[in-house]
């Protein structure tokens, strides 16, 4: 499975950005879709996660009310809409693919798409 993560930015504070992630490959191995973020010399922290066949998993405390979690299986493609944006948002968001049951931690993951940065000034 292959992942390509899009849609990082610079936005101001309480403002909105929509990340894309596409997968290709094995799509059928998938069970489980995860975001993730790392923000400089911090450790990669668990953000949201979706069944691939459906039905939002969980998310993040910090994130809970603000971000959304989606997939469009026709497009092979799961977003993370993020509203609200805060200066403490800012970071590498990952987006993970995983053939497992549980889903919040990275080493639960497979496949991992490039990262791309999200910039959150004050």
């Known amino acids: 499975v292959q992942l390509q993560a899009s849609g990082g930015g610079l936005v101001q504070a309480g403002g909105s950005l929509r990340l894309s992630c596409a997968a290709s490959g094995r799509t059928f191995s998938i069970y489980n879709m995860g975001w993730f973020r790392q923000a400089p010399g911090k450790e990669r922290e668990f953000v949201a996660a979706?069944?691939?066949?459906?039905?939002?998993?969980s998310y993040a405390d910090s994130v809970k009310g603000r971000f959304t979690i989606s997939r469009d299986n026709a497009k092979n493609t799961v977003y993370l809409q993020m509203n609200s944006l805060k200066p403490e948002d800012t970071a590498v968001y990952y987006c993970a693919g995983s053939r497992y049951y549980n889903y919040r931690l990275p080493g639960e993951y497979d496949n991992w798409g490039q990262g791309t940065l999200v910039t959150v000034s004050s």
């Open positions: 979706i069944r691939w066949s459906g039905g939002t998993l």
